[in-house]
């Protein structure tokens, strides 16, 4: 972090003292005056929600530090007084903070644009500053976008503003389940020259001046993730007061701007994010999809084992989850990868937690299950529940033999009787006030014993409120990482679980055909590089290519490499190599095609590769002895983990006929090593425990 005497370059004043510079502000919209996260933000407003048991303005913060930032206006929106208090007691605004001030805000608003007009009116704002909204967690680094603003700015004082955009996959707007923005540029000047919205699924159609058209090259951009950081000069502010129908900064402010170009002269240009981490937690789906890059420590600047944020003592272990040090666990507990647990909570004896993010000092019972779940600060779970892809709030208590179905929102003190069954999608408050000054939904959750009620959305008269409100993530397929460390997006068991990406693509072939014919062409064309020899890089993204084009997903994937690398090794056999030098061989040169970055290395997945390949070689000559030396180099090589073994010798699939009993009765022995030797290395550990 940066030290507050350094100066970066910052905007130049609204004098016109050119060699006047500025200190380097930004301004924080940490209400974006939306309910995509009701109904928690009824109770505790939006900055403050956790992610990975982080207040998700601690990470736009640090983020502006890291760029150098000196002085930070705050507007908090709504629960103003929660966020004074939770910023008062920082560090942020403590003698160690590394900004010069940070100054919160408060005017009478509904929208961005009343934040932004109040802003205007203060003067606060002399050269150039960011704009950004309370939800960004990002590690690119600002320098060479304020310089390309401000080498733009000085030669065209009409250059106004530049907005922060990062490149991502394409199809993610699809699998997120909102908006979709589109962005018409002009690559030569980096220049937007449209801009508009529309939904999933919707043909792209737009309202363009025939002399937009004119520019040598457009490019019209879907792939574009908003990070709603914005370096601004003052005239931005000008055009706010100017027009008080702007409410919202992209649909109203951007399109109005850009639309009346010929009347005003202004531009506004785009620095597009390809090789850092940037995002906003902008509803359900984005926070679930960042969520993951946490939880698989993707976003290596801020991972949770760099203790960046409090007083935490986070490890990541072999196994790939992220413990603190003071948490109590009872044994046997089934702790599985890609999950975190946050200080001094506790979990009770035969849990199963499955990529799960669990908070401070919460209390986990016997004997419960949490997959896919977010389980925040000081929150009580009982004996024998089950938790699946939802979010329960801070102090909420779950009762014993609970069922929480996937998608279900359990909002800030709820308290569900023991026995209750909530169910998928449901968003369950404490007394919602209504318009006139009554209540809504006065059924209490579970009867008697439970506290809560379901919650209501003002444009809607079922329970379980708008698509944009909704957990979207409660499909597996939502569950994507959106991080743009590399080219590849992880999913979990997507087809198994019902569902998959090829669904979000309009087509007349069924998606029991797509997946054959991909499955076909990927394998075939892979063991084709193989035989050539090429690298694995190499085939990377040829494979990507394949994926997207097919509109596969991620066990589809998974299930060509596997199927692709059994055919290869096989050929090699027959080919007179010896089985034990062909599979080695084959791992040794091709492993990076099953550890894909991005793709999700969870134990269910490595289990399901282990299926996969198995399945393969019943049909192939020696498929046993084949099927032994592929799981001993899989092991010798640490590309899978004990526990994807162990596991998936007891998973009833692979011996559920007779043929895939018979082609892994010759792996007996190895497990029954594998088995010995992790019985060897828990007696020493409890000796050494002993003996200290």
């Known amino acids: 972090m940066p030290p507050k005497t350094s100066k970066p370059a910052g905007g130049k004043g609204r004098s016109g003292d050119d060699s006047k510079e500025e200190p380097l502000t930004a301004v924080i919209v940490a209400d974006t005056f939306e309910t995509r996260f009701a109904p928690f933000t009824l109770e505790r407003p939006r900055c403050l929600l956790s992610l990975a048991n982080t207040p998700l303005i601690d990470y736009t913060l640090e983020y502006l530090a890291s760029a150098g930032v000196q002085v930070v206006y705050l507007y908090p929106g709504a629960h103003v007084e929660q966020v004074e208090s939770y910023l008062d007691s920082s560090r942020w605004k403590s003698p160690n903070s590394p900004f010069d001030s940070l100054t919160i805000l408060r005017c009478m608003a509904s929208s961005v644009g009343d934040v932004m007009r109040d802003l205007d009116q203060k003067h606060l704002i002399a050269g150039d500053f960011l704009v950004v909204t309370g939800d960004v967690i990002s590690n690119f680094p600002i320098e060479p976008a304020l310089r390309q603003h401000k080498s733009r700015r000085e030669k065209d004082k009409n250059a106004i503003m530049t907005m922060i955009l990062r490149e991502a996959e394409p199809g993610t707007h699809d699998h997120g389940g909102g908006i979709v923005p589109t962005f018409v540029l002009d690559p030569t000047k980096q220049r937007c020259l449209h801009y508009e919205e529309s939904f999933p699924g919707t043909q792209f159609t737009a309202h363009i001046d025939p002399d937009i058209l004119k520019s040598p090259e457009i490019d019209v951009r879907q792939d574009l993730i908003d990070c709603r950081l914005d370096i601004c000069t003052p005239d931005v502010l000008s055009l706010w007061s100017d027009n008080f129908d702007n409410q919202a900064p992209r649909k109203d402010f951007l399109f109005g701007v850009l639309k009346d170009y010929e009347l005003n002269g202004k531009t506004i240009h785009t620095y597009i994010v390809q090789d850092h981490y940037a995002s906003r937690a902008a509803d359900f789906w984005f926070y679930n999809a960042i969520s993951e890059d946490f939880k698989r420590g993707m976003v290596t600047s801020l991972a949770v084992e760099n203790n960046v944020f409090g007083d935490t003592h986070y490890d990541r272990t072999q196994r790939g989850h992220v413990v603190d040090r003071s948490v109590i666990t009872a044994r046997p507990t089934k702790l599985g990868a890609e999950s975190i647990v946050g200080p001094r909570s506790s979990i009770g004896a035969g849990c199963d937690i499955k990529s799960t993010v669990v908070g401070q000092r919460c209390h986990i019972g016997k004997g419960t299950v949490l997959d896919g779940a977010y389980v925040w600060d000081d929150a009580t779970i009982g004996n024998n529940v089950k938790i699946l892809r939802a979010i329960v709030g801070n102090e909420a208590f779950i009762g014993d033999d609970c069922i929480i179905g996937e998608g279900a929102l359990i909002s800030y003190g709820v308290k569900i009787a023991p026995g209750t069954t909530v169910p998928a999608g449901a968003r369950i408050c404490k007394t919602q006030a209504g318009s006139d000054s009554g209540h809504k939904n ?196 640490e590309i899978f983990g004990e526990e994807a073994f162990s596991e998936w010798w007891a998973d009833g699939r692979s011996s559920h006929d007779p043929d ?33």
């Open 660 to 692: 895939m009993a018979a082609v892994k009765q010759q792996s007996a022995p190895f497990i029954e090593w594998l088995e010995n030797a992790e019985s060897e290395s828990e007696s020493e550990e409890e000796d050494e425990e002993e003996d200290e």
């Open 442 to 637: 006065d059924a209490l959750v579970g009867g008697d014993a439970g506290e809560g009620h379901a919650y209501a959305d003002d444009d809607e008269d079922d329970y379980f409120g708008s698509r944009v409100s909704r957990l979207i993530y409660e499909k597996p397929e939502f569950a994507d990482s959106i991080s743009t460390l590399d080219s590849d997006l992880s999913e979990d068991e997507i087809s198994s679980k019902g569902g998959s990406r090829s669904q979000s693509f309009a087509t007349s072939v069924s998606d029991e055909d797509t997946s054959d014919r991909f499955q076909h062409d990927t394998v075939a064309i892979l063991v084709q590089r193989m035989q050539e020899g090429k690298q694995a890089d190499d085939m990377l993204s040829e494979l990507m290519g394949l994926r997207f084009s097919g509109g596969a997903d991620e066990t589809q994937v998974r299930k060509a490499v596997a199927v692709a690398l059994m055919k290869y090794i096989h050929a090699q056999i027959e080919s007179g190599i010896a089985p034990a030098e062909a599979t080695r061989r084959a791992l040794t040169a091709y492993n990076t095609l099953i550890r894909r970055k991005g793709a999700t290395q969870a134990t269910e997945a490595q289990v399901a590769f282990l299926l996969d390949a198995q399945r393969d070689l019943t049909r192939r000559k020696e498929g046993g002895k084949t099927l032994l030396f592929v799981i001993k180099d899989l092991y010798d090589l």
